[in-house]
């Protein structure tokens, strides 16, 4: 039997707090593995990701350009300052398969000299100019929001140009279906996740936790407004757990007694927070298409409270509960905090995340694909 090699070219190295593409890459990567796979890793970051090493045949490193090296007129800055000639020469020397684990990845494909006769597969889980466009109502006026404002605008161009090319695209079923119509090859496949084992804990947990990637503008944004519109009056314990918080976001953190943050928690330590808070809050102000965060959450935790957004507006409340305003979220937070988490539960929760996602049937039809 032939070696099935496949190259995989993802934005960034994942980390314990990331959610949606990079957390799929890590699920995807030893999925591909356990099939006999000899996967090609190529990651825009600085530190190799140590514990995906087993799992690859060859993984490389690329800088992403800072700064106006990484503007182009043309492409969004996430997409331009994500090029390098090394990883388009590594993907023509062969005619493997290519994975592009987001469209933030998607630079090989604009140069004419990299060969289309192969399979090529994009994988989306959002539409990225809408949520640019989040990102820049989450701004006040200034340099911040009119770039989020041109990435939108350029993503859209993107979107367009890349419909048009001999491409599959494999999508998430929550990815807005009114971008789905306008693309011409395109299968459905949920998000792939690595979900623990669903052990919810029971009794009551002492603190309340909001944890996720805090160098994102919408977890960094989710957090400061729980510090100002949630627990600067409501005086319950408040954790804030996640990778690279700024230093304004610390200091925010620090400034009342019963709110602390955990900056660069281990994957462990993460899930040693999540297990014992009694309520995980993830509120989200963006329109967001992966629920890895939330499902990690349901999956491990007691109480789980976000909004709409949050949820990706999914009908099954039964399993968490939703809040919108200041004072629902100070309401709920307050009634969930004295609540005991009890095994009825436990039994929704396991039911609905075993039923949400099939793993093995996604990975089976992202293999067929791309062989």
Request: proline share 4%; with cysteine; charged share 20%.
């Given at each position: 039997?032939?070696?099935?090699?496949?190259?995989?070219?993802?934005h960034d190295?994942?980390?314990?707090s990331?959610?949606?593409?990079l957390?799929e890459?890590?699920?995807l990567?030893k999925a591909?593995?356990g099939?006999?796979f000899?996967?090609?890793?190529?990651?825009?970051?600085k530190?190799?990701p140590?514990?995906?090493i087993?799992?690859?045949h060859e993984l490389?490193?690329y800088p992403?350009?800072?700064?106006?090296?990484?503007?182009?007129l043309?492409?969004?800055y996430?997409?331009?300052?994500?090029?390098?000639?090394?990883l388009?020469k590594?993907l023509?020397?062969?005619q493997?398969?290519?994975l592009?684990?987001?469209l933030?990845?998607?630079?090989p494909?604009l140069?004419s000299?990299l060969k289309?006769?192969r399979?090529?597969v994009v994988r989306?889980?959002?539409?990225e100019q809408?949520?640019?466009?989040?990102?820049?109502?989450?701004?006040?006026?200034g340099s911040q929001?009119?770039?989020?404002?041109?990435?939108s605008?350029r993503f859209g161009?993107?979107?367009k140009?890349l419909k048009a090319?001999?491409l599959?695209?494999a999508?998430?079923s929550?990815?807005?279906?009114s971008k789905?119509?306008?693309?011409?090859?395109?299968?459905v496949?949920?998000?792939?996740?690595e979900?623990?084992?669903?052990?919810?804990?029971?009794?009551?947990?002492?603190f309340?936790l909001y944890?996720?990637?805090?160098?994102k503008?919408?977890h960094a944004?989710?957090a400061?407004w729980?510090?100002q519109n949630?627990?600067?009056?409501?005086e319950i314990?408040?954790?804030?757990?996640?990778?690279?918080?700024s230093d304004?976001?610390?200091k925010?953190?620090?400034?009342k007694m019963?709110?602390c943050?955990?900056a660069?928690?281990?994957?462990?330590?993460?899930q040693?927070?999540i297990?014992?808070?009694?309520?995980?809050?993830?509120?989200s102000?963006v329109?967001?298409c992966n629920?890895?965060l939330?499902?990690?959450?349901?999956?491990?935790?007691r109480?789980?409270l976000?909004n709409?957004?949050?949820?990706?507006e999914m009908?099954?409340t039964?399993?968490?509960?939703?809040?919108?305003?200041?004072?629902?979220?100070?309401s709920m937070?307050?009634?969930?905090f004295n609540?005991?988490?009890?095994?009825s539960?436990h039994e929704?929760?396991?039911?609905f995340?075993?039923g949400k996602?099939?793993?093995?049937?996604?990975v089976?039809?992202?293999?067929?694909?791309l062989?």
């Amino acid at each position: 039997m032939m070696d099935k090699h496949l190259h995989i070219v993802a934005h960034d190295v994942p980390l314990p707090s990331d959610s949606g593409i990079l957390k799929e890459l890590v699920f995807l990567t030893k999925a591909l593995h356990g099939e006999g796979f000899l996967l090609h890793l190529h990651c825009f970051g600085k530190e190799k990701p140590e514990s995906m090493i087993p799992f690859c045949h060859e993984l490389h490193l690329y800088p992403q350009k800072k700064g106006h090296k990484g503007y182009t007129l043309s492409l969004p800055y996430a997409v331009s300052s994500r090029s390098d000639m090394s990883l388009v020469k590594r993907l023509e020397a062969d005619q493997f398969p290519i994975l592009f684990a987001g469209l933030k990845t998607v630079s090989p494909l604009l140069d004419s000299a990299l060969k289309k006769e192969r399979k090529i597969v994009v994988r989306l889980l959002r539409d990225e100019q809408r949520h640019f466009s989040d990102l820049k109502s989450l701004c006040s006026w200034g340099s911040q929001k009119l770039f989020y404002a041109i990435e939108s605008i350029r993503f859209g161009r993107l979107m367009k140009k890349l419909k048009a090319a001999p491409l599959q695209f494999a999508v998430s079923s929550e990815y807005p279906k009114s971008k789905i119509q306008g693309l011409n090859n395109y299968t459905v496949i949920e998000q792939l996740i690595e979900m623990p084992f669903v052990m919810p804990q029971s009794g009551v947990g002492n603190f309340c936790l909001y944890h996720g990637n805090l160098s994102k503008t919408e977890h960094a944004y989710a957090a400061n407004w729980l510090l100002q519109n949630v627990f600067k009056t409501l005086e319950i314990p408040f954790v804030i757990a996640g990778d690279n918080p700024s230093d304004q976001l610390e200091k925010a953190a620090h400034e009342k007694m019963h709110t602390c943050l955990v900056a660069n928690p281990s994957e462990k330590e993460l899930q040693d927070l999540i297990k014992k808070a009694q309520v995980n809050i993830l509120p989200s102000f963006v329109s967001q298409c992966n629920t890895g965060l939330l499902f990690q959450a349901l999956a491990m935790g007691r109480h789980v409270l976000t909004n709409a957004k949050g949820a990706c507006e999914m009908s099954n409340t039964s399993t968490y509960h939703l809040a919108e305003s200041n004072d629902e979220f100070m309401s709920m937070t307050e009634a969930l905090f004295n609540k005991s988490f009890d095994g009825s539960e436990h039994e929704s929760r396991a039911a609905f995340l075993n039923g949400k996602y099939n793993n093995h049937k996604g990975v089976s039809t992202l293999i067929k694909m791309l062989y």
